[in-house]
C-alpha cells in the first residue's frame, strides 16, 4: 500500500514568509509526528497527533510554528516568519496505533531552505 | 536530560561484520528503535528491543541492555547497499515520540 507522503519535496522561501507543509500519513494510522533533521544534526521532535486527542505541541520550537490535522488524516505544518535556521528537512511519520512501542513509518521529507 | 550517543562515523569491508553501539540517557524508557536512513531518503524501520537480550532478524541483530543504558546493531555479510546512516532512537515515555540519536554513517568498502 502506499507509505506516508509529504509535499512539496523541496521549498525554498525567503527569510520572513510563510511556508505550508503537507503530510498524508499512511491510511488508518492513527498517529502522526512531525520531526526536523537539520544539517549534521539528529531529528528533533516537534508536534504528535493521535485521534482527536490534544495534539503534543512540546517540541515546537517556537510560537511561530503551529500544525494542524485535520479530519484525524491530513496534517500541515506552518512556519510562519520564516528564519534561515529554520532551514532544515521537514519528515512526517504515522503510526498504526498510538503509544511507545508503535514503529513510526517516514515520509520522504520536506526540504526547506529559507534564503 | 535526555541524551543518546552513537559514533559518528564507521567504515567496514564488504562480507564483514559491523556493530554499532548506542548509549542512552532518558527520563524513561519504553524502547528503542534502530532505523536506517540511506542519503537523500527517509529513514526505515529495523528494529525495537524493549527487554534486555538480543533480537535477530535476518542479518541484522540488535542488542539491548536496560541497566547500562546500552544496545548495538549487529551487521553482518555486509553489502555495498548497507552504505547508510544508522540511527538510534529511545521512547523515553507512553506517547510514542521519539528521541533521536545523530546517526552512525556506516560505509561498505569492497
Known amino acids: 500500500g502506499a507509505g506516508v507522503s509529504q509535499s512539496p519535496s523541496n521549498k525554498v522561501t525567503e527569510k520572513g514568509k510563510d511556508v505550508e507543509l503537507r503530510c498524508d500519513p499512511i491510511?488508518?494510522?492513527?498517529?502522526l509526528y512531525w520531526y526536523r533533521q537539520s544539517l549534521g544534526q539528529g531529528l528533533e521532535f516537534l508536534i504528535y497527533?493521535?485521534?482527536?486527542?490534544?495534539?503534543?505541541k512540546s517540541g515546537l520550537p517556537s510560537d511561530r510554528f503551529s500544525a494542524e490535522r485535520t479530519g484525524g488524516s491530513v496534517s500541515t505544518l506552518t512556519i510562519q516568519r520564516t528564519q534561515q535556521e529554520d532551514s532544515a528537512v521537514y519528515l512526517c511519520?504515522?503510526?498504526?496505533?498510538?503509544?511507545?512501542?508503535?514503529?513510526?513509518?517516514f515520509g520522504p521529507g520536506t526540504r526547506l531552505l529559507v534564503l | 536530560g535526555q541524551n543518546i550517543d552513537q559514533p559518528t562515523e564507521m567504515t567496514a569491508t564488504e562480507g564483514a561484520i559491523v556493530q554499532i553501539n548506542c548509549t542512552y540517557q532518558?527520563?524513561?524508557?519504553?524502547?528503542l528503535f534502530w532505523y536506517q536512513q540511506h542519503a537523500g531518503e527517509a529513514p526505515t524501520f529495523l528494529s525495537y528491543?524493549?527487554?534486555?537480550g538480543l533480537e535477530e532478524k535476518g542479518r541484522f541483530s540488535s542488542f539491548l541492555s536496560r541497566s547500562k543504558g546500552y544496545s548495538y546493531l549487529l551487521l553482518k555479510e555486509l553489502q555495498m547497499k548497507d552504505s547508510a546512516s544508522y540511527i538510534c532512537?529511545?521512547?523515553?515515555?507512553?506517547?510514542?515520540?521519539?528521541?533521536f540519536g545523530k546517526g552512525t554513517k556506516l560505509s561498505v568498502k569492497p
Open positions: 532518558t527520563s524513561g524508557f519504553n524502547g
Open positions: 511519520a504515522s503510526s498504526l496505533v498510538r503509544g511507545a512501542r508503535a514503529t513510526q513509518y
Open positions: 497527533f493521535q485521534g482527536n486527542s490534544a495534539p503534543d
Open positions: 532512537a529511545v521512547s523515553p515515555g507512553s506517547q510514542g515520540n521519539l528521541i
Open positions: 491510511s488508518g494510522h492513527t498517529a
Open positions: 528491543n524493549v527487554l534486555d
